[in-house]
């Protein structure tokens, strides 16, 4: 679930995100979000939140719509994130937990090419929580004189560290004559210096003190080092890391890495860590692949992974057994490179949603057979979803939603969802099974009317002729658009009349000049099922140049997010009057949407469609 960070990172920074952000945000470029269900740690759902910018990850709560509030004395304090340092560039994230006993959080350096676990919370032997990641000096602070030293001991007094800012790293102060400069591990270099008897806080302020001298100044080359520590540690990848999913269970998190082979050339490979950052296996992939996105299967017992390469496979790791070197890896054929992927989760048929890195559409995969999913039946070949737009990640729904169409039986249709979001900035739904797009209302796609109700698309070259569109009596349609929502597009289609063949040529202005030709008094039928109408012949010849113009609205209403969203991360969200002991807990699937570009993260519940009961931490 995941998009190439280099090129997204590029896009910020030309559209203004520089490393100033402003302090008064409580995101610095939010980039991936991870999952934490309700259970023994929280009652509400949590996320976590990369952000690339100030090398921190943010905790949300998820009801509330605000920062999380751990073991704080006012339950309007929000918990500080987890710090792990300025100089790191944040990526993806991944939820390590049992749902028992501990939370992890693992994260990725696409700096330094490394995974990072920060502990969050474990429950102590008296089951009560223990929050983790408090900062403490772990070593030092140390004096180490230069050369020809003779200015007595230098001590640091006061000092202090800041939860939420300081991290895992080693400090090192070196006098330059005047002053001190200042430079951290994972902090990088501080842009103010310390200066002999004046309180001192870094940039981000993860240190407090103040600089004692001796009787003399030390000599030029002095240092002083102090190590902090929160629990964090860092192992190296063996190359960029283009997601991370963690396996159900909390033992195992996989990351898809695009390494270096022997030679200097691409190798990419799937890397198996545990919560230690042991590695466990390095899943050998097929020669030029370049793994990305990653998405569980139905029953969580498959990793699949995108693959940004030409060979036109979306790899399947069997999550089975206790060992991951005999986790075994097989290609699941697409039409070219892909981006992230996505399985729905419909009883009906596992359907693996493949989005394009090429072309603005997202490829559809019947697991069960590896064929490609046909859904339109109009045209001979299995066409892709196309959503106009070049895009960012998918995600699927666990539950169903209503999709605002009727099933035959009369009720309202309801399915699991796929969600998509575009660089054009919006969320798109599909249904998990068929891959339709979900309508807007039950209207579906329609023809649109004038003001005043009525329909008027003729336009009458002389001589004069009448032929007329059927409109349903009971409805006022004109024509019927297809069911599946998505097949029929926002376009305008012409339907200009030919004297010499007795048919009018027509044409979409996006789905372009039909094959079929519309004859009157016969139902016609569009090339790819996207609109059938009916023309009555008149009173009068129809002749040369006679036409009908018709405005047709697809019915979709995709939820705007602001250009350049991130991937999505999709939960059950359960809700309700819990103040009786009989309340009835209602469910809704809620998409959570980092914005990089905005410095916001935004909750959407995916069954409002347009606006989509938006709501942004910010």
Not at 183 to 208: F, H, I, K, N
Not at 458 to 468: E, H, I, K, M, R
């Amino acid at each position: 679930m995941v998009r190439p960070t280099a090129t997204l990172i590029f896009l910020l920074a030309a559209a203004g995100c520089g490393t100033g952000a402003s302090e008064l945000h409580r995101f610095h470029g939010p980039i991936d979000v991870a999952y934490l269900p309700p259970g023994p740690f929280f009652e509400q759902p949590v996320a976590y939140v990369t952000n690339w910018q100030s090398g921190t990850v943010s905790k949300l709560d998820l009801r509330r719509y605000d920062m999380l509030v751990e073991d704080e004395p006012g339950a309007w304090i929000a918990s500080p994130p987890m710090a792990a340092g300025r100089d790191r560039v944040l990526d993806q994230v991944a939820v390590a937990t049992d749902l028992e006993t501990f939370v992890d959080v693992l994260a990725t350096d696409a700096a330094r090419d490394e995974i990072l676990r920060m502990p969050h919370l474990e429950v102590a032997s008296d089951g009560t929580l223990e929050f983790l990641g408090k900062p403490v000096v772990s070593s030092g602070p140390e004096y180490r004189p230069g050369e020809g030293s003779g200015g007595g001991e230098v001590t640091l007094e006061g000092l202090a560290l800041l939860e939420g800012a300081t991290a895992t790293e080693e400090w090192t102060l070196t006098w330059r004559g005047s002053a001190w400069t200042v430079d951290g591990t994972a902090s990088g270099p501080q842009v103010e210096v310390a200066l002999p008897g004046v309180p001192y806080a870094t940039d981000r302020e993860e240190l407090r003190f103040t600089v004692i001298h001796g009787d003399a100044a030390p000599a030029e080359g002095s240092t002083i080092v102090l190590s902090t520590d929160t629990g964090l540690r860092s192992a190296p990848l063996s190359g960029y890391a283009h997601d991370l999913l963690a396996v159900p269970g909390g033992r195992w998190v996989l990351a898809s890495v695009q390494a270096t082979g022997p030679g200097g050339e691409p190798a990419g490979v799937i890397e198996v860590w545990d919560r230690g950052l042991e590695i466990g296996a390095v899943l050998d992939l097929p020669e030029g692949a370049r793994p990305a996105g990653m998405s569980l299967d139905r029953d969580g017992t498959s990793a699949l992974v995108a693959d940004l390469s030409d060979l036109g496979v979306v790899h399947r790791v069997r999550l089975d057994g206790d060992d991951p070197a005999a986790f075994a890896v097989e290609q699941v054929p697409v039409p070219g490179p892909t981006v992230d992927v996505a399985v729905g989760r419909s009883p009906e048929r596992e359907v693996l949603f493949a989005a394009s890195l090429d072309e603005q559409v997202i490829h559809l995969v019947d697991l069960a057979t590896a064929e490609p999913v046909d859904w339109n039946a109009y045209t001979p070949e299995a066409d892709p979803i196309r959503v106009r737009a070049p895009v960012v990640g998918l995600a699927a729904s666990a539950e169903e939603i209503d999709l605002n169409t009727e099933a035959p039986w009369g009720a309202p249709e309801r399915a699991p969802v796929v969600v998509a979001t575009t660089l054009t900035g919006f969320l798109h739904v599909f249904d998990a099974a068929t891959g339709c797009a979900a309508f807007e209302s039950a209207a579906g796609a329609y023809v649109q009317a004038d003001a005043s109700g009525s329909y008027s698309p003729f336009t009458d070259l002389s001589p004069p002729s009448n032929p007329a569109i059927e409109v349903d009596p009971e409805t006022g349609a004109v024509g019927t658009t297809n069911s599946c929502g998505g097949i029929t597009l926002d376009e305008y289609w012409t339907l200009t009349y030919e004297e010499s063949l007795q048919s009018y040529v027509v044409e979409g202005s996006e789905s372009g000049e039909q094959v079929g030709r519309l004859h009157e008094d016969v139902r016609y039928v569009s090339d790819g099922g996207e609109i059938s109408l009916l023309v009555r012949s008149g009173t009068l010849a129809t002749t040369d140049g006679d036409r009908f113009v018709l405005d047709v609205n697809d019915g979709l209403s995709p939820v705007p997010l602001q250009e350049l969203p991130g991937d999505p991360m999709v939960y059950t969200d359960r809700f309700g009057d819990r103040t009786s002991p009989w309340y009835n807990v209602a469910t809704r699937e809620a998409a959570v949407v980092p914005h990089a570009g905005n410095d916001v993260v935004m909750w959407i519940d995916i069954q409002g469609y347009g606006d989509g009961g938006l709501q942004y931490f910010q």
